[in-house]
C-alpha cells in the first residue's frame, strides 16, 4: 500500500512540500514585536497604562500560535471550490482552534485576490489539486453535521442535567463573591494544579502554612463577563514594519491581527482585567504557562508581574526533544522550568507531575504474548503550531501504522488500537476497530507489547508504570540532536524502528523479554533522559517550590532561564 492510496479529507486543499518557518517566527522574535508594537494602542483603548512584560505574559502564547499559522496556511495549494465559505459563529460547529483555522484560510484567500467578499471571489482551480468524482462537497457536510448537532443538542438536556447546571452557576457566583472578599496579597500563588487531585489537595493544605495558596480556574464566571463593542479596534491596520523575506504575509499581519486577537483581550477585557486587579505575590506556580484560558492568562499576567520567581512545572511529554518555540516559550514565561526529563548527562533527576499511577518495574506476565497496543499520533486536518506530526505527514504516517496492523493481524497477534483523541480516526475506520472506553493506563498495564507513534505523552504513561515500549516513528518528528544520539541507541536494542517491518520483527522476537538485564539499564536510562518516569512526591514539589533554587543546588532537572522582557 502506498501514500496514494490513503488520503485524509481536506477541507481547504493541500501542501506539496513541508512549509518553510522562518527562524524569526521560530525564535519568537516577530511575536514579540508584534506585541511591542500593539500594546500602546491596547492601552489606549483601554484607558490603563499597563507595561510591555504585562502585555507580552498575556498575549503571547496566542500571538505565537496565530503567527505560525498564518505562515503555515500561507504555503497551502488551496482550493476556493472544496474550501467552506461558511459564518463559524455557532459553538457547537467549530471549535476555537477549528473556527481560527477556516476564518484564516478565507482571509488570506480575500487577500490575496483582492476582493471584499468570498463571494466575489475568482481564483482558477490548482492544477495540482485533485479532480475525482468523489472529491467532497465540505459546504454541504458542514451544514448537515450542523443541523444534526442543533436538533440533538435540543433533545439531549434532561431535568437532571438543567439543574446541574443551575448549581454549577450558583456555585460559580457564591466562590467569586468569596474570592473578591479574600487577600489578593500573599507570599506565593498556584494558578494550575500540579498534581493529580487527592495529592494535590495535601500539597494545598502543606502549602498554605508557607503563605502559598490555590487560585483555581474558572474564578470569573462567565455569566458574570461583561462584552464591550471593539470593532473599531478589530478593523485596525496596525501598520506594522518588520525586516522579512515575506513581505506579503508581514503585510496581511499587519491588516489582520487586531481582528484575531483574543477576546479576552479586547471585548473581555475588562471584566478580567478589574478582577485580577490589586493580586500579588513574590511567588508564582504554574504548570501550563502557555494556556490560553482567559481566567488563567490575565491571573498570570497581574501577577507575574509582582513575582520575583515564577516556578513551572511540565505539563506534558515532548518538552526537551524538539526546538520548538511554544517548548522553548514555557520556559521562557518562567525562572525556574521544573523538567520531566532525567538528564544523565548531568545527574539530574526529572519530576513527573500530574500522574497518580504507581510505578512498577517488573512486566506484567499476565498479559498474552499476543497481544500489542498501538498507541496512534494525532492525525490533525491542519496545522495548529509548530510541533510534531505535521497534516502534510498525515497519509505517510497512516501507511506506515496500516502496514504494520496488517502484519499483525495477518500473524495472529491481538491488535488495540487507541486514537489520539479516543474517538475514531481514519485507521480505526479503516479496519472498523471498536474503540474501547478503559483508560489509557488500564490498556498499557494490561498490554505485553506496546507501539507508541509519537514521542510525546505517551512513553511517560509507560515507563511510570515499568513498561517499556517501542517507538514507532520516522522524518516526520524532527527531533534535536541530542535526541536523536538517545533514540540511535534505543534503535540499536530495537527500541526504536522507522519502518512497518522492522517493528513487526521487534514485536515478533520479544525484545522487552530477550533483551540482557543489563542492555535493560542502558534502555530505561535512555527513556529516562528523553521522557522521565518518576513521578513527583508531594515532599518533593515542596522542595522546589519552598526552597530559594537560586541559591540552592537542586538534584532535580530544574532548567533555569531568564524570564522574557523582549
Not at 21 to 30: F, G, H, K
Not at 68 to 83: G, H, M, T, V
Not at 450 to 463: G, M, N, S, Y
Not at 542 to 566: A, C, D, G, Q
Request: net charge positive.
Amino acid at each position: 500500500m502506498n501514500s496514494n492510496q490513503f488520503n485524509f479529507d481536506s477541507s481547504f486543499g493541500y501542501y506539496s512540500q513541508l512549509p518553510d518557518i522562518p527562524r524569526y517566527v521560530s525564535d519568537l522574535s516577530l511575536s514579540k514585536k508584534l506585541i511591542l508594537h500593539i500594546y500602546p494602542l491596547l492601552n489606549k483603548h483601554h484607558q490603563i497604562n499597563q507595561s510591555y512584560s504585562y502585555w507580552l505574559a498575556l498575549l503571547i502564547p496566542s500571538t505565537q500560535i496565530l503567527v505560525e499559522s498564518i505562515f503555515d496556511r500561507f504555503q497551502i495549494n488551496i482550493d476556493p471550490d472544496a474550501f467552506p465559505f461558511i459564518d463559524l459563529k455557532d459553538d457547537f460547529l467549530c471549535a476555537d482552534h477549528q473556527s481560527l483555522n477556516y476564518n484564516l484560510i478565507k482571509d488570506i484567500i480575500i487577500f490575496r485576490s483582492g476582493g471584499p467578499t468570498p463571494s466575489e471571489i475568482n481564483i482558477p482551480t490548482n492544477p495540482y489539486l485533485s479532480t475525482s468524482p468523489s472529491k467532497t462537497n465540505f459546504k454541504n457536510k458542514l451544514v448537515i453535521r450542523t443541523i444534526i448537532k442543533k436538533i440533538s443538542k435540543v433533545f439531549s438536556t434532561s431535568l437532571p442535567e438543567i439543574i446541574s447546571y443551575r448549581i454549577y452557576l450558583v456555585r460559580q457566583i457564591i466562590y467569586y463573591l468569596l474570592t473578591r472578599s479574600s487577600s489578593k496579597i500573599h507570599h506565593g500563588f498556584i494558578i494550575q494544579q500540579v498534581l493529580s487531585a487527592t495529592r494535590f489537595k495535601k500539597l494545598e493544605h502543606r502549602l498554605k502554612q508557607l503563605d502559598i495558596h490555590y487560585l483555581p480556574l474558572n474564578r470569573l464566571p462567565s455569566i458574570l463577563v461583561k462584552h464591550h463593542d471593539c470593532s473599531v479596534v478589530r478593523k485596525t491596520n496596525i501598520d506594522f514594519s518588520f525586516e522579512s523575506n515575506n513581505p506579503q504575509i508581514i503585510k496581511f499581519i499587519s491588516s489582520h491581527y487586531t481582528k484575531y486577537l483574543p477576546t479576552f483581550a479586547l471585548e473581555e477585557f475588562q471584566s478580567y482585567y478589574k478582577f485580577f486587579k490589586g493580586y500579588s505575590c513574590q511567588k508564582l506556580v504554574v504548570k501550563c504557562s502557555n494556556s490560553l484560558e482567559p481566567s488563567f492568562r490575565h491571573a498570570f499576567a497581574a501577577l507575574s508581574q509582582s513575582s520575583t520567581q515564577i516556578i513551572n512545572f511540565q505539563h506534558g511529554g515532548g518538552y526537551g526533544l524538539y526546538d520548538a518555540a511554544l517548548h522553548n516559550l514555557e520556559k521562557q514565561l518562567s525562572d525556574l522550568f521544573v523538567s520531566w526529563r532525567d538528564d544523565n548527562l548531568r545527574g539530574y533527576r526529572g519530576l513527573v507531575t500530574g500522574y497518580a499511577v504507581r510505578p512498577n518495574v517488573k512486566s506484567n506476565h499476565k498479559t498474552n504474548v499476543q497481544d500489542v497496543l498501538i498507541i496512534a499520533p494525532f492525525f490533525k486536518p491542519f496545522h495548529r503550531y509548530n510541533i510534531g506530526v505535521h497534516p502534510f505527514y498525515n497519509n505517510l504516517i497512516a501507511t506506515r501504522i496500516i502496514e504494520l496492523i496488517k502484519l499483525l493481524l495477518a500473524n495472529n497477534f491481538n491488535v488495540t488500537y487507541r486514537p489520539y483523541s479516543k474517538s475514531h480516526d481514519q485507521i480505526s475506520k479503516y479496519f472498523g476497530f471498536r474503540i474501547s472506553t478503559d483508560s489509557i493506563e488500564k490498556q498499557i498495564s494490561s498490554s505485553h507489547h506496546i507501539v507508541i507513534c509519537k514521542p510525546t505523552t505517551a512513553p511517560t504513561e509507560c515507563l511510570i508504570q515499568g513498561k517499556l515500549p517501542i517507538l514507532f516513528f520516522g522524518e516526520e518528528e524532527h527531533l534535536n540532536y541530542h535526541s536523536q544520539k538517545s533514540i540511535s541507541i534505543l534503535a540499536k536494542y530495537g527500541f526504536y524502528v522507522r519502518d512497518a517491518q522492522s517493528c513487526y520483527n521487534s514485536i515478533l522476537r520479544d525484545v522487552i523479554n530477550q533483551t540482557p538485564t543489563d542492555s535493560l539499564h542502558s534502555v530505561k536510562n535512555q527513556y529516562d533522559s528523553l521522557f522521565g518516569s518518576r513521578i513527583s512526591s508531594v515532599d518533593e514539589v515542596i522542595e522546589v517550590i519552598s526552597k530559594n533554587l537560586n541559591n540552592y543546588s537542586s538534584p532535580y532537572n530544574i532548567i533555569r532561564t531568564p524570564r522574557i522582557t523582549m
